[in-house]
Antibody, heavy 119, light 107 residues
């Protein structure tokens, strides 16, 4: 069974940093792309970033303005999102999500971790 | 960036109704379109990919159609478990983009 467990969310002050983690199990983690998608309170889904299986290709939403960095450690079956210079508008539930093998489509999602940026 | 526009944003329907949600892309995404269902406080769940392919385990009352820039999600006979918010998403090119969502409410 595919499982994605997100962690690392919490309350952070504007300008602060946070690192999210996602642990994958039940599939060959090193063979698939991974993604982060966020959802602000009461709003829709917003794609944040994607990384290919071997980290060769990385994509970011323009709205992030270079503040976030996605990475992965295939030896640990883990995905990360380093978030710097956080703003109030980054407040959201952040979901780790798997790309289907050989595709860009997202087929499995983690449970989400809440990031709140507030003073 | 490819903009995805869903309509309607809210839909009121009764159990047993046939429901159709539309998704339009600002440029062609071929058939690289997915539909997700999301219930409050939960992660989204993949229903359909490649515009019309039903994900394993998804009830057959869900169907998708379209290609290029116009897509539809149809629920043939709405069930109590189907009251949720539905999102389309194109995965033809980066950045991946989602529609704004359609909330299906009880009439």
């Amino acid at each position: 069974e595919v499982q994605l467990v997100d962690s690392g969310g919490g309350l952070v002050k504007p300008g602060g940093s946070l690192r999210l983690s996602c642990a994958g199990s039940g599939f060959t983690f090193y063979s698939v792309g991974m993604n982060w998608v966020r959802q602000a309170p009461g709003k829709g889904l917003e794609w944040v970033s994607s990384i290919s299986s071997a980290s060769s290709y990385i994509y970011y939403a323009d709205s992030l303005e270079g503040r976030f960095t996605i990475s992965r450690d295939n030896a640990k079956n883990s995905l990360y999102l380093q978030m710097n210079s956080l703003r109030a508008e980054d407040t959201a539930v952040y979901y780790c999500a798997r790309s289907a093998p050989g595709s860009n489509r997202i087929d499995y999602w983690g449970q989400g971790t809440l990031v709140t940026v507030s003073s | 960036d490819i903009q995805m526009t869903q309509s309607p944003s809210t839909l009121s329907a009764s159990v047993g109704d046939r429901v159709t949600i539309t998704c339009r892309a600002s440029q062609s995404v071929s058939s690289w379109l997915a539909w997700y269902q999301q219930k409050p406080g939960k992660a989204p769940n993949l229903l359909i990919y490649k515009a019309s392919t039903l994900e394993t385990g998804v009830p057959s009352r869900f169907s998708g159609s379209g290609s290029g820039t116009e897509f539809t999600l149809t629920i043939s006979s709405l069930q109590p478990d189907d009251f949720a918010t539905y999102y389309c998403q194109q995965y033809n090119t980066y950045p991946l983009t989602f529609g704004g969502g359609t909330k299906v409410e009880i009439k």
